[in-house]
């Protein structure tokens, strides 16, 4: 049963992960950082939100059995807006807004949260009441829809500019991440997720 959702920011130092990633997978690149939202949005209240699930391109594998069900097809994604914005710390104390990177939406998800859920809890997996879960980095199919810096700057090949003249290939001392959420569709009352924001201090 899943409660509700809220955001997740998963902080990845990619300096670290490019030199564990093989053959070990993330460890202290993943393991030292984690916010999130202030409130979880229940799922009752995100009913008037849901929608189909991600549809597959032709040629891709069709899941397993125990993750198909006509339900989840149609009704197994979520229409939510999810946008990233950067503030450097000249940024801030230059009175600048933030700078919006990315906005993506919660409907480009190749597994819905039900059959992650479902797939995670097959072999036995013991999964109590209050454990949270992270989808993974959630990107769309165009250049601004892009969910992670690395995406973004394609590796820090290619830097984003910054209102105040700075460029950034990948996050630096004092920038402060925001990611907000919201959901809103005709009829229904507009739901917004708080801000999930976090300022990055020296070492």
Same mark, same amino acid.
């Given at each position: $049963?899943?409660?509700?959702? /809220?955001?997740?920011?998963?902080?990845?130092?990619? *300096?670290?992960?490019?030199?564990?990633?093989?053959?070990?997978?993330?460890?202290?690149?993943? #393991?030292?950082?984690?916010?999130? #939202?202030?409130?979880?949005?229940?799922?009752?209240?995100?009913?008037?939100?849901?929608?189909?699930?991600?549809?597959?391109? *032709?040629?891709?594998?069709?899941?397993?059995?125990?993750?198909?069900?006509?339900?989840?097809?149609?009704?197994?994604?979520?229409?939510?807006?999810?946008?990233?914005?950067?503030?450097?710390?000249?940024?801030?104390?230059?009175?600048?807004?933030?700078?919006?990177?990315?906005?993506?939406? =919660?409907? $480009?998800?190749?597994?819905?949260?039900?059959?992650?859920?479902? $797939? $995670?809890?097959?072999?036995? /997996?013991?999964?109590?009441?209050? *454990?949270? =879960?992270?989808?993974?980095?959630?990107?769309?199919?165009?250049?601004?829809?892009?969910? #992670?810096?690395?995406?973004?700057?394609?590796?820090?090949?290619?830097?984003?500019?910054?209102?105040?003249?700075?460029?950034?290939?990948?996050?630096?001392?004092?920038?402060?991440?925001? =990611?907000?959420?919201?959901?809103?569709? *005709?009829?229904?009352?507009?739901?917004?997720?708080?801000? /999930?924001?976090?300022?990055?201090?020296?070492?």
């Amino acid at each position: $049963h899943i409660f509700g959702l /809220c955001i997740l920011n998963d902080w990845s130092a990619r *300096d670290i992960q490019a030199w564990e990633y093989q053959p070990l997978g993330p460890f202290l690149a993943k #393991s030292f950082a984690s916010h999130i #939202s202030p409130w979880v949005v229940t799922m009752e209240a995100l009913a008037p939100f849901r929608c189909p699930a991600y549809e597959r391109p *032709d040629g891709d594998p069709v899941p397993l059995p125990y993750l198909s069900s006509e339900e989840n097809e149609a009704n197994g994604g979520f229409d939510l807006q999810i946008e990233v914005s950067i503030a450097s710390e000249r940024m801030r104390d230059a009175g600048t807004p933030p700078q919006v990177l990315a906005v993506t939406n =919660m409907q $480009h998800l190749y597994w819905t949260i039900f059959q992650m859920l479902t $797939h $995670h809890t097959s072999n036995g /997996c013991n999964l109590r009441p209050g *454990d949270m =879960m992270g989808t993974g980095t959630i990107s769309g199919p165009t250049e601004d829809a892009l969910g #992670s810096i690395l995406e973004i700057t394609k590796r820090g090949a290619e830097p984003v500019s910054l209102p105040s003249g700075e460029e950034r290939k990948f996050l630096a001392d004092g920038d402060e991440l925001i =990611m907000r959420a919201w959901c809103e569709a *005709d009829g229904a009352r507009r739901i917004g997720f708080g801000d /999930c924001r976090a300022v990055i201090e020296g070492a």
